[in-house]
């Protein structure tokens, strides 16, 4: 596809993209569209075909899948209880490695060259 000066590599058969957005969302990309257009006209074809070259994961019945079991909710700090052993349990900081980082400078204040006497 062509568009802006700017040419696209499409391959309907991979679901592919030389933008990479169509490789990666699975949803496809405005060249992707204009591929399907140019293949299937602005008819019925060309609406429906933008759902079966979309990933199965975007589909109603995916989404309905996904959240068809109830969520857990995390109860307030106030309403949870946290078990005794834990809360006498010290937790120590990480190791400090005082080299690692960049070298500080010393500074000081020193006679200044430019001035002629």
């Known amino acids: 596809m062509f568009e802006n000066g700017i040419t696209a590599k499409v391959n309907l058969l991979e679901r592919s993209c030389s933008c990479r957005k169509f490789n990666?969302?699975?949803?496809?990309?405005?060249?992707?569209?204009?591929?399907?257009?140019?293949?299937?006209?602005?008819?019925?074809?060309?609406?429906?075909?933008?759902?079966?070259?979309?990933?199965?994961?975007?589909?109603?019945?995916?989404?309905?899948?996904?959240?068809?079991?109830?969520?857990?909710?995390v109860p307030l700090e106030a309403e949870g209880t946290v078990p005794q052993e834990l809360l006498n349990t010290k937790i120590s900081p990480p190791p400090y490695d005082p080299k690692l980082g960049r070298k500080k400078l010393k500074c000081t204040k020193g006679i200044d060259f430019n001035l002629q006497l």
Do not use: F, Q
């Open 24 to 73: 990666l969302v699975k949803m496809p990309c405005k060249h992707a569209m204009a591929a399907l257009r140019a293949k299937y006209g602005d008819g019925e074809g060309y609406g429906n075909s933008i759902y079966d070259y979309s990933s199965p994961i975007y589909k109603v019945e995916s989404y309905l899948l996904a959240y068809s079991k109830a969520i857990n909710v």
